[in-house]
């Protein structure tokens, strides 16, 4: 006949996350982790603020939004 196995339930009794899981989404990245998105799919909506400003006034005086990208890579894990 078959065998049955005994053991731990595959689903947790407590819906909610421990709090060690909630402080590691929290935390976010890790420093030396690498970016899961290439960094031309990163910070779409500051990529498209930034290069939209740089085609009608130059990049000269765009450097508010060029500086908010680069936060936002930053944020996500790029080094630039």
Known sequence: MGH???????QSKSPKPSAF??????AGPA??????KKIC????????LRDEC???HGEATCEKWIEAHKQ?????GFKV
């Open 4 to 10: 049955v196995e005994v053991g731990m339930p595959l």
């Open 21 to 26: 899981s909630q402080n590691l989404v929290a």
């Open 31 to 36: 420093p030396d982790s690498k970016p899961k």
């Open 41 to 48: 799919c990163a910070c779409p909506d500051t990529k498209r």
């Open 54 to 56: 740089i085609v009608q």
């Open 72 to 76: 936002c890579l930053r944020a996500v």
